[in-house]
């Protein structure tokens, strides 16, 4: 329990964090890299470049000093970042060394301004906060299918569109898979790319139901072979073939449907986005056939539109599927063959269009940044109530709120 002084002290930090809480966790990880570089082989390092690392972790310390005298309030945060952790293998002997390198941070950043009294109090804080991290990691360690990461072998590789491939994954000694929640991801560590230092761990969705003999993933080739997102899809597609092995963490995640409701479910996907929504899709038909879905598939044009005879088919097969895709930029090609709905972005008025019942869906969204902060605002603008809504970034969290230009994520 921490003192009434020291959560006091704490609190009278908020004001500072909100304005120098990227600076400090951008000073926070060059210093713990430099420190212990060997945390390169579990860091994503695009989300370094990006930025998104930093202000995500800023986030999560200003929510933690907001909420210190009632950290129940953010379990749910503290949950959903246990997940990532556990998937890449983050374990209690990490805490100290980011701990002694936050506090650090902040002394490094504040100056004076990061008195004796105020180091100490944080320290205190972060120990209390470390332990619910640890707790509950022990927790999702001890439920997961299997420890850190095992191989896998690539037993099938199927190219979906232009741009997405999938691998269609089987435990290497023939184990029987632990099932998982339609939604969740697997991290794949990659220890051989040529030219690389460190090893890369990249996080996929799961894209097909559970209950299968093999997981399946299904990778968007990024362009830039030269960026970190670009090195590790670029060397899945090229240099990993049928019959090579990669390692595989267990099933994590908690962008999970409800298989406990029979709403109706609305799924948006906004490019590769489609991967977890794929797998939600597939379940529910299997597990509960009556319930209804509408399935919205936003892409550029049909040269990327992944999966779209698997679902045609389906969508003529299950009365229950309503199927709709929705193309930015059209190729004459697709034009001639009506393979789209409608051409631009999705609308509200094109959601009130096919969604038949907006009241009593609960909406599930996936895709580029862009493109999700367009759903949200959208479904909002719809009525949409805040517990309706569903979604998950690829990579960390960031606001969604925040304004983004649309068209050029989708």
């Known amino acids: 329990m921490l003192s009434q002084k020291t959560i006091d002290i704490v609190k009278s930090t908020v004001p500072v964090l909100e304005e120098y809480g990227t600076t400090i966790t951008k000073r926070f990880y060059q210093m713990m890299f430099e420190n212990h570089p060997e945390l390169l082989n579990i860091f994503n390092h695009a989300n370094q470049q990006k930025g998104r690392q930093q202000t ?11 909420y210190i005298d009632r950290l129940e309030e953010i379990i749910p945060v503290v949950k959903q970042i246990a997940h990532k952790h556990r998937s890449l293998g983050v374990k209690p002997e990490h805490y100290p060394i980011v701990g002694e390198n936050l506090l650090a941070a902040i002394k490094d950043v504040l100056g004076d301004a990061a008195t004796d009294e105020i180091i100490h109090a944080w320290a205190e804080a972060y120990g209390v906060i470390a332990d619910a991290f640890i707790n509950v990691e022990k927790e999702m360690y001890e439920a997961a299918g299997w420890d850190n990461f095992i191989p ?22 023939n184990r029987k898979l632990p099932s998982f929640i339609p939604g969740q991801y697997i991290s794949v560590k990659l220890n051989q790319i040529p030219g690389e230092r460190y090893t890369h761990i990249r996080q996929y969705s799961l894209s097909d139901a559970p209950g299968n003999d093999y997981y399946r993933i299904s990778v968007k080739r990024e362009k830039d072979g030269i960026q970190p997102d670009g090195v590790v899809t670029n060397y899945l597609h090229d240099q990993v073939h049928e019959g090579d092995q990669l390692l595989v963490s267990a099933p994590a995640g908690d962008f999970t449907v409800d298989l406990n409701s029979n709403d109706p479910i609305v799924l948006i996907a906004g490019g590769v986005g489609v991967t977890p929504l794929m797998s939600m899709m597939n379940h529910v038909m299997a597990a509960q056939p009556e319930r209804e879905i509408v399935m919205i598939q936003a892409v550029r044009n049909g040269r990327v539109h992944a999966f779209r005879e698997d679902i045609t088919a389906k969508n003529f097969e299950h009365p229950s599927l309503h199927y709709y895709a929705c193309y930015s930029d059209p190729t004459d090609e697709d034009r001639q063959a009506g393979s789209f709905h409608k051409e631009g972005f999705v609308t509200k008025e094109w959601l009130d269009e096919i969604v038949p019942n907006v009241a009593k869906s609960q909406f599930y969204f996936c895709g580029p940044v862009g493109f999700m902060k367009h759903i949200f605002a959208t479904l909002k603008e719809m009525g949409v109530s805040e517990e309706q809504i569903h979604y998950e970034f ?15 994520n989708q």
Do not use: H, R, W
């Open 56 to 66: 995500a972790l800023a986030n999560t310390v200003y929510a933690a000093a907001v």
């Open 152 to 173: 896998f072998m690539v037993a099938k590789k199927v190219k979906e569109s232009d741009e997405i491939t999938s691998f269609y994954l089987k435990p290497a000694d």
């Open 394 to 408: 690829f990579g960390p969290a960031i606001s969604i709120q925040q304004p983004e230009e649309v068209a050029a």
